[in-house]
Nanobody
Framework: VQLQASGGGLVHPGGSLRLSCVVS????????MGWYRQAPGKQRELVAS???????NYQDSAKGRFTISRDSLRNTVYLQMNSLKPEDTAVYYC????????????WGQGTQVTVSS
């Protein structure tokens, strides 16, 4: 299983970025796709997730600013991030969860997002 994340970069406060995560194989193999982030000295935290059925879940700080979506034809999950704040600075990781008698977690390599003036 490979998850290839991209789209990070340096952006000014108030700016936008779109992260992409290309998944090897059929995206619907995974029950849940999500984006996590980890800032220096902090634990990794869930930012947003989307289930096979299309249900989405967001961290409170992301609600109203971030949107998770997927393109099943491209086996890609996106995270559109608007109104970025310095506190959004972190390494963002794509995650895929698959259930087969037990839960399996798969991670992408991470992409750096830096929000700074």
């Amino acid at each position: 299983v490979q998850l290839q994340a991209s789209g990070g970069g340096l952006v000014h406060p108030g700016g936008s970025l779109r992260l992409s995560c290309v998944v090897s194989g059929n995206i619907f193999t995974y029950s849940v796709m999500g984006w996590y982030r980890q800032a220096p000295g902090k634990q990794r935290e869930l930012v947003a997730s989307i289930s096979t059925g299309g249900s989405t879940n967001y961290q409170d700080s992301a609600k109203g600013r971030f949107t998770i979506s997927r393109d099943s034809l491209r086996n890609t999950v996106y995270l559109q991030m608007n109104s970025l704040k310095p506190e959004d600075t972190a390494v963002y990781y794509c995650n895929a969860k698959r259930y087969s008698s037990e839960w399996y977690n798969y991670w992408g390599q991470g992409t750096q997002v830096t929000v700074s003036s």
